[in-house]
């Protein structure tokens, strides 16, 4: 059962470099998101998907760009790193985010470092 | 607006200590409410949920109830284990979408 993927787990990048968070989900989830953790923040919405050719901007999406082409992914672009940008990321997916009770399945998460 | 406010930690207890995080939120209407947990190096999962007033979610001890009239769904738990350390999130469901507080951390001691 993998449930939702997220590569690479570790990845440091330097000042105004680019790199795309991959994150894939065999559950056949309808619903998308991209979560980013600082510490004592909690989590805060980038992007979300409701289904394959949707997307829409969650709290903080400056600086990220998403596409969902398919059902099962939901890449994340960062374009131009910024220290900014240091975080951990997580995606995660549910069957019908609509739904007032909706579970949402979270991946391991990938630790970002702009340096 | 519509938000998730939890106590802050961290939270040290003792191991088979009683355990209260707080949590309360600010909404129109009646989110659903749930409680998550990210243990060391791993992705938030979900401990436990409600989806109306006065429902009482509980999973592996936890339980939180939701409470319309003072707009809170604290966590408790009656004797916390080591195996319970810990970062607890309480969320809420807004338009398909899951709004985090915080989040608070645990650490049990022996």
């Known amino acids: 059962n993998a449930g939702v993927t997220q590569t690479p787990k570790f990845r440091i990048l330097k000042i105004g470099q680019s790199m795309t968070l991959q994150c894939t989900q065999d559950?056949?989830?309808?619903?998308m998101y991209w979560y980013r953790q600082d510490p004592g923040m909690g989590l805060k919405l980038i992007y979300y998907?409701?289904?394959?050719?949707?997307?829409d901007k969650g709290e903080v999406p400056n600086g990220y760009n998403v596409s969902r082409s398919t059902t099962e992914d939901f890449p994340l672009r960062l374009e131009l790193a910024a220290p900014s940008q240091t975080s951990v990321y997580f995606c995660?997916?549910?069957?019908?985010?609509?739904?007032?009770?909706?579970?949402?399945?979270f991946g391991q998460g990938t630790r970002l470092t702009v340096v | 607006g519509n938000s998730v406010t939890q106590m802050e930690g961290p939270v040290t207890l003792s191991e088979e200590a009683f355990l209260t995080i707080n949590c309360t939120y600010t909404?129109?209407?009646?989110?659903?409410l749930f409680w998550y947990v990210q243990y060391p190096g791993e992705g938030l999962q979900l401990l436990l949920k409600?989806?109306?007033?006065?429902d009482k979610g509980s999973n592996k001890g936890f339980e939180a109830t939701y409470r319309k009239e003072t707009t809170s769904f604290h966590l408790e738990k009656g004797s916390v284990q080591v195996s319970d350390s810990a970062v607890y999130f309480c969320?809420?469901?807004?338009?398909?979408?899951?709004?985090f507080g915080q989040g608070t951390e645990l650490s049990v001691k022996p």
């Open positions: 969320a809420r469901n807004q338009g398909g979408k899951l709004i």
């Open positions: 559950m056949n989830h309808n619903y």
């Open positions: 995660a997916s549910s069957p019908l985010g609509g739904q007032l009770d909706t579970e949402a399945f």
């Open positions: 409600a989806t109306k007033a006065d």
């Open positions: 909404a129109t209407g009646y989110p659903s």
């Open positions: 998907s409701v289904g394959a050719g949707i997307t």
